[in-house]
């Protein structure tokens, strides 16, 4: 079933590429199989899902990351599909670096990523709830932040980063591949969202 799951969630991908370069022909043979694939998938799923750590094994690329546990974070959306496109992404950083300012929170925030630099992923403003008190919190929700819980996995240091940052490309819907500073240990943050 994870097999499915994976292959649905690649060609998902595959349909906004071949929607930015206007391939119709290619767009209808990936819609096709997505739907082909679903219905498989839906006769297939009629047992329990299980606990989240079964789940994990279960999508896990042979032992090269594993599930460590859930934090809670607070994140700033995305509000437009094709954030690359253009200078969304510019006003973005302005936008969140104002309102981590008048929370309260920049300097935090730096710091924390800083000490965890972002390699990859397509989460673009976020931090971990502890590190703030209440009062940020709030500050920054009334501005459209939102709470998310974030699965923490490892990775095999083997790999080199170019593989890791593939691999939760094609496993993870909203992420952030980070290499923590102090232990130089690459990591995979899923975002729950």
């Keep these: 079933m994870w097999q499915e799951i994976r292959e649905i969630k690649k060609m998902a991908s595959d349909i906004e590429l071949y929607g930015y370069r206007n391939d119709t022909e290619e767009l209808l043979k990936l819609l096709d199989s997505i739907i082909d694939m679903s219905k498989r998938l839906?006769?297939?799923?009629?047992?329990?899902?299980?606990?989240?750590?079964?789940?994990v094994e279960d999508i896990c690329y042979k032992g090269d990351f594993n599930y460590i546990t859930e934090i809670p974070f607070?994140?700033?959306?995305?509000?437009?599909?094709?954030?690359?496109?253009?200078?969304?992404?510019?006003?973005?950083?302005k936008n969140r670096t104002?309102?981590?300012?008048?929370?309260?929170?920049?300097?935090?925030?730096?710091?924390?990523?800083t000490?965890?630099?972002?390699?990859?992923?397509n989460i673009f403003g976020s931090i971990p709830v502890e590190l703030i008190s209440n009062d940020n919190k709030k500050i920054l929700l009334e501005s459209g932040w939102k709470e998310v819980n974030v699965h923490i996995y490892d990775?095999?240091?083997?790999l080199p980063i170019e593989e890791i940052n593939e691999m939760a490309y094609k496993e993870f819907d909203?992420?952030?591949?980070?290499?923590?500073?102090?232990?130089?240990?690459?990591?995979?943050?899923?975002?729950?969202i």
């Design 98 to 113: 104002e309102e981590l300012n008048r929370a309260g929170v920049l300097d935090v925030h730096n710091r924390f990523w």
């Design 174 to 192: 909203y992420y952030l591949v980070i290499t923590e500073q102090k232990d130089d240990q690459a990591l995979i943050l899923e975002y729950k």
């Design 42 to 55: 839906k006769k297939e799923i009629n047992i329990d899902m299980g606990t989240v750590e079964e789940r």
């Design 74 to 93: 607070i994140y700033k959306p995305i509000t437009k599909q094709d954030y690359y496109d253009g200078d969304y992404l510019h006003f973005f950083g």
């Design 155 to 158: 990775v095999n240091n083997d």
């Design 115 to 121: 000490a965890n630099n972002v390699e990859n992923g």
